[in-house]
């Protein structure tokens, strides 16, 4: 029904930048909240940052002031950009999209390693 496609991931040095990108696809709603999380090895799963239909955000108080989230609805993608990077924020990434009573739809998950 819904497919969500992450890209932007990779080796990054200490306070270097990122920026994610999840694109979807299939029967989408604009309306509906899309954002991260993240999961590092030994963690449990971190809600990273969302972004209502209406453009209202939330972020994880780790990454305020460093993460910005955005989407393009005329592109039915979402944008993490990551600045000031920080090796606990090595991590699988996942973005996702908020079904409502039809359930929540992942992406594939993208790799960040920030080295130290």
């Known amino acids: 029904q819904v497919q969500l496609v992450e890209s932007g991931g990779g080796l990054v040095q200490v306070g270097g930048s990122l920026r994610l990108s999840c694109a979807a696809s299939g029967s989408i709603f604009s309306i509906n909240t899309m954002g991260w999380y993240r999961q590092a090895p030994g963690k449990q799963r971190e809600l990273v940052a969302r972004i209502t239909g209406l453009g209202f955000t939330n972020y994880a108080d780790s990454v305020k002031g460093r993460f910005t989230i955005s989407r393009d609805n005329a592109k039915n993608t979402v944008y993490l950009r990551m600045n000031s990077l920080k090796p606990e924020d090595t991590a699988v990434y996942y973005c996702?999209?908020?079904?409502?009573?039809?359930?929540?739809?992942w992406g594939q998950g993208t790799q960040v390693t920030v080295s130290s």
């Open positions: 996702y999209i908020s079904g409502g009573s039809g359930g929540d739809y």
